[in-house]
Structures are given as C-alpha cells and as structure tokens.
C-alpha cells in the first residue's frame, strides 16, 4: 500500500513537471514577452505570421458596411409549408380548448430547414389495352427506366456523381454516405459505374433521345 501510495504522488509529480514544460515550450515572441529568436530553439513553435488584416487592425469576419448574411423574413412561403399551432388540452375551467374560438394569429416564425429525404421506392406498371378493332397496345416504359425488374433512379445517380465529381469523395464513401442520408443502398461497384455511364449517356442522347438508366 505503502508502495503504490508512493508511485502515485510521483506519477503526480512527473505529471505536474509535464505539464509546466509544455507550457515552457509553448511560449513564443508572438505570446509571451520573449525575444524573437527563442523562436528558433527546437521544439519551439513559431508564432502565426500577421495578416495584412491583423496589421491594419481589422476584426476577424464582417467588416463594416459590408454585405451581410442575416437571415430576411419572407413572403414567398411555398403552399403546404405554413403549420398552424393552436393550443390543446384542457383550460382551467375544465373546457376542452379544441373547442375554443379562434382568435387569430399571435406570433409567426419562420424556420429555414431541409425536409427529410428518404429514398422512396417506385413501381411503375405497364398496362396493355386492346382496341375495338383487336390491335393490342402496352404502355411503354417511362424514360428513364430501364428494362430491369429493379433499378436506381436517375436523381440518386446524381447524387452520386455531384459527391464523386464535385467533392472528389471515394467511392466507397460515397456509398455509405447516399445509404445514410437517404435509406437507398448503392454498391461501391455501381457507384464507381455511374459517371461514365451518365457520360455515354449524354453522347447517346445526341442521337437517342430516350435517356437511360442504370441497373444496381
């Protein structure tokens, strides 16, 4: 006991010596009182090289008279996007306040936010019909959809090629990255596919017009 109680207040001891070189080491001419060319000893980090900004004394982000950013309240509120909250449960009285008038509106707040973007799954169902005359007639396939039993749709294909193109995201990122954002669960193969396949798309288009699509 005796032993271990020993090893602890040296354990502290060493920490607390650490602790005040790092501090020692830390120090430079940029944030202590020290001459410039402490800078150079080893294990010594330089201070950060002044900005023409820090020397004419402007403030780190928005500079006066500047554009802004704030957040305007707008009148352009798509159809389905305004909530209306009325208070529920029961008043003091005992009444029930799904009951109660209406008095208008008391405040508004407006909230910028991204909806939730779930990949959804779509059927398309091809139907034939038959003319009086006997001629048989089936719906064609919607463009875009190709001749599989199950396919990726072009909008996910994008995705994939905004993160890969534009973000240079590895492939097997981006795979995980489209399942957890959206539920759909592309494979590093058919992702690695897309952007040629979108390119020889684009060319085919010149002389198809019907755009394809992929397979997973």
């Not at 306040?97 to 209406?102: E, P, R, S, V």
């Not at 936010?113 to 034939?128: C, D, G």
Request: with cysteine; proline share 9%.
């Amino acid at each position: 006991m005796a032993e271990n109680a020993t090893l602890k207040a040296e354990v502290a001891q060493l920490r607390e010596r650490v602790a005040k070189l790092e501090r020692l080491v830390s120090r430079n001419s940029g944030n202590s009182g020290m001459p410039p060319s402490v800078d150079d000893l080893p294990g010594r980090r330089r201070p950060m090289e002044r900005t023409s900004d820090d020397i004419a004394g402007r403030r780190p982000g928005k500079q006066p008279g500047a554009d802004g950013k704030a957040l305007a309240w707008s009148n352009e509120v798509a159809e389905g996007d305004t909530v209306e909250h009325f208070p529920d449960g029961p008043c003091q009285c005992g009444a029930d306040l799904g009951q109660a008038a209406d008095l208008g509106v008391t405040a508004r707040h407006q909230q910028i936010e991204i909806p939730l973007v779930v990949a959804r799954r779509f059927e398309h169902r091809l139907h034939s019909v038959a003319c009086r005359c006997g001629a048989l007639h089936t719906a064609p396939r919607p463009v875009g959809v190709p001749a599989v039993p199950v396919s990726l749709g072009v909008n996910l294909q994008a995705w994939c090629v905004y993160l890969l193109v534009v973000h240079a995201i590895p492939v097997h990122r981006v795979s995980e990255l489209v399942a957890s954002l959206t539920g759909a669960q592309p494979s590093p193969g058919f992702v690695h596919s897309v952007p040629g396949a979108a390119q020889g798309c684009g060319r085919g288009q010149r002389a198809h017009p019907p755009a394809r699509s992929f397979p997973q």
